[in-house]
């Protein structure tokens, strides 16, 4: 689910679609819904060079038979390869520039992005090659899909949201990534303890992902509100912008708890 999930390097990304994949039985939501639009963009020398090279080793096809990504990822790495302790999903991982950072930062960590935009895809695989990262897959696929097909429950330590599209005419609020189908999802795929962490610098929108998230039962609040932003999350060229002309930029980070609690609560029980 890629763009308009992320733009942290200023450029155009894009973000999941449909969160009626995601949804549980019974829960409503139309199915014509996008949360990304699919936008121009170019593929440079140096990406379509990456994708070429560096594709079939760390792209990985989406695949609704295969249920656990993670722990598919983790035997085939331990296979002769590193062995990583932790896995992270990012969602929308826009040119690749954070990602790439924070691999860096944590080379026990695998990282499982999902982007469908192809020249961001192509960014990262260069940066990969030329940082020589081991600890990185990408599914070019639909994030919401792959997290409804492909990502078992308590199998994820983190899930990272960075930018996503705030999508800012409120007839288009509907389309924003973050809402309490897909939350409650992105919940369940997490161990106990893992975390959720988003960002984005659209006031509006950092208070409606506040409202969702304090809202899901199988998550609580590290901080009083707003989270400082953490050490490994490093400020995007779009950020550093938005911040010189005055704008705010907005960390969340929440945790799974470890009690588990009803998916879907009856509320006719509570009349």
Avoid at 4 to 14: I, L
Avoid at 122 to 132: P, R, S, T, V, W
Avoid at 148 to 164: E, Q, R, V
Avoid at 168 to 191: M, N, T
Wanted: charged share 20%; hydrophobic share 40%; glycine share 8%.
């Amino acid at each position: 689910m890629t763009a308009s999930v992320d733009r942290s390097d200023d450029d155009p990304t894009e973000a999941p679609s449909a969160i009626a994949d995601a949804a549980p039985a019974g829960v409503a939501h139309p199915r014509a819904i996008r949360t990304f639009v699919t936008r121009a963009g170019r593929t440079t020398l140096g990406q379509a060079r990456a994708l070429a090279d560096l594709g079939p080793r760390f792209v990985l096809p989406y695949d609704p038979d295969t249920p656990d990504l993670v722990a598919a990822c983790l035997r085939a790495d331990g296979a002769g390869g590193p062995i990583h302790s932790k896995a992270v999903l990012e969602i929308g991982f826009g040119m690749g520039g954070a990602t790439a950072h924070i691999a860096a930062l944590m080379p026990d960590t695998l990282f499982i992005g999902c982007e469908v935009h192809e020249p961001g895809v192509g960014a990262l695989l260069k940066l990969i090659g030329e940082q020589q990262l081991h600890n990185i897959r990408i599914v070019q696929h639909d994030a919401v899909q792959v997290l409804a097909h492909m990502i078992a429950p308590d199998s994820l330590d983190g899930i990272h949201i960075f930018f996503p599209d705030p999508w800012h005419k409120k007839r288009h609020h509907k389309r924003r990534l973050i809402q309490p189908p897909l939350v409650h999802e992105l919940a369940r795929r997490l161990k106990p303890g893992g975390y959720l962490h988003c960002a984005t610098d659209w006031q509006p929108y950092a208070g409606q992902m506040l409202q969702v998230l304090g809202a899901e039962p199988l998550l609580a609040n590290t901080a009083p509100d707003f989270a400082p932003r953490p050490a490994y999350r490093p400020e995007t060229k779009f950020e550093r912008r938005g911040l010189r002309l005055g704008h705010g930029v907005w960390d969340l980070v929440f945790r799974r708890v470890a009690a588990a609690a009803p998916p879907w609560p009856d509320r006719r029980a509570r009349r």
